[in-house]
């Protein structure tokens, strides 16, 4: 996760090494508690939050909750979290 300074917007993306790469990426994103996006998809997930939205959460906690699956099988589960400038 990246932002460049107090009410810019966030970047982030996961991008797991061959070891851990999955079939499905399943990630959930919140903000104070509050979920703001969600993906399933076929590659490794990225995304952004809105300069808009960051100013509104400042101060709060972003969070990623996410699962990588290989078939049915969980391969990977992570978290990453940061506050919000």
């Known amino acids: 996760m990246q932002q ?3 009410g810019q917007s966030i970047a982030w993306g ?3 090494n061959a070891k851990y790469s999955g079939t499905q990426y399943v990630v959930n994103v919140y903000a104070n508690g509050t979920k703001i996006d969600g993906k399933r998809q076929l590659y490794a997930p990225h995304g952004s939050l809105s300069a808009a939205r960051a100013l509104k959460y400042s101060g709060k906690i972003l969070k990623i909750n996410g699962t990588v699956l290989r078939g049915d099988r969980i391969k990977l589960s992570f978290s990453l979290q ?4």
């Open 14 to 16: 996961t991008y797991p």
């Open 4 to 6: 460049w300074g107090r």
């Open 82 to 85: 940061c506050t919000i400038a």
